[in-house]
């Protein structure tokens, strides 16, 4: 069966292309493996999807090819996906830094998505394995499906990256890549909890697991975040940890602010002064949790009345809650990563078109393209702008 336009992957980048390109006219076919459409749309932003952000900039992306990303983010806003989600009338607020996420729940974003199609005219098919993709002789490309065989104009593989295999990710983008030509950059996890096996450190995040510490600044390989902090069983987690991840590299050491707001050494001495009979896990618990407190002081520090202290030992305590350095024995994964870094090399696609510079009438977008964004919407709007950019020209 001939098709304008076949789109791989029904998840939030293949969604949009397909209903931007329906809204052209052309006719779409939209093939997922999956039973179910956006999967991973529903599960974002702990259900209730963080879709974009007020504030997107070429710098809140991650790629080997950094200007790559800005053409289709400018030709495709964080204000137009709003438009389209307030003309859907789906309820939504920030939370903060900019992020915008359902007043509901993900799945309005979904069924917004999916309306769309169907007025458009786009046809999805679920549950439809791929079983072989040929370059056609007279031009376009010749697909072998479980639901048959179809033909088409433009191919568009918008099959997502590595991460959360639970929600049927797999390395099929990057396997019709190499097919055509393209080079792939080394993927890894990205915005993804840390794991520590270190046996002090680990009985410390376990006793703390579900504890949370807000607003503290998480540095590695000259970049800084400031968010909360997260206690797991395993490790670190929360938007800080998360954000750094995919700045990290195994070996690398974390340098954590746990109380950034402070000049501590300064703090210390003015509370010394002022409360000199004052225990310092007394101090503390006033900062932290009670139970963080009492194990901060069993781990790092003797806790006595502040006035035993003397300047070096003050000194000492401000460093380790200013500059607590420890070195994580590796990530959780692409089992729980919110994304995949690295991937196609984009040097190999049209900024533009997003079509293949090796394959004519093949075009990438979304997470499999080496473009990957900041934790809070960044990855949501990449997956728009990306499925815009290439619905103008398939």
Request: with cysteine; charged share 15%.
């Amino acid at each position: 069966m001939s098709q304008d336009v076949v789109i791989i992957g029904a998840g939030a980048a293949g969604l949009m292309c397909a209903l931007s390109a329906a809204a052209r006219g052309r006719q779409v076919l939209l093939l997922d493996h999956a039973n179910k459409a956006g999967k991973k749309i529903l599960m974002s932003g702990g259900g209730r999807c963080n879709f974009t952000n007020l504030y997107v900039e070429p710098s809140n992306f991650l790629s080997h090819n950094p200007h790559f990303c800005k053409s289709a983010l400018a030709r495709f806003t964080q204000w137009d996906f709003i438009a389209l989600v307030a003309k859907h009338g789906v309820p939504y607020h920030e939370k903060k830094l900019g992020q915008l996420f359902c007043d509901n729940k993900a799945s309005d974003i979904l069924e917004m998505l999916l309306s769309e199609c169907q007025e458009a005219g786009v046809r999805l098919l679920l549950d439809t394995r791929i079983e072989q993709i040929d370059a056609a002789a007279s031009g376009g490309y010749q697909l072998q499906t479980s639901a048959g065989a179809f033909t088409c104009q433009s191919l568009v593989i918008a099959t997502g990256g590595l991460s959360i295999p639970t929600l049927g990710a797999t390395g099929f983008g990057y396997q019709v890549a190499k097919q055509f030509g393209h080079s792939l950059l080394p993927t890894r996890a990205g915005l993804v909890p840390f794991t520590i096996t270190e046996p002090q450190l680990k009985a410390l995040c376990g006793e703390l697991s579900g504890t949370s510490v807000e607003d503290c600044v998480v540095s590695c390989n000259g970049q800084s975040f400031k968010e909360n902090i997260l206690f797991t069983h395993r490790g670190l987690s929360g938007p800080a940890i998360l954000q750094i991840s995919s700045f990290w590299q195994a070996g690398d050491a974390l340098h954590i602010d746990l109380l950034p707001h402070l000049d501590l050494p300064q703090w210390l001495a003015e509370q010394q002064a002022e409360r000199p009979n004052s225990e310092l896990k007394t101090l503390l618990a006033e900062l932290f949790t009670k139970k963080m407190a009492g194990l901060l002081c069993e781990q790092w520090f003797v806790s006595k009345p502040l006035k035993q202290y003397i300047p070096s030992e003050l000194a000492e305590i401000a460093e380790q809650l200013g500059n607590w350095t420890l070195v994580p024995a590796g990530t959780e994964g692409y089992r729980t990563a919110e994304v995949t870094l690295g991937g196609i090399d984009t040097r190999e696609v049209s900024s533009k078109t997003m079509e293949s510079q090796k394959a004519p009438g093949l075009y990438f977008i979304g997470e499999v393209l080496d473009v990957s964004g900041h934790l809070g919407g960044f990855n949501f709007q990449w997956a728009w702008a990306s499925a815009y950019a290439a619905a103008q020209f398939v």
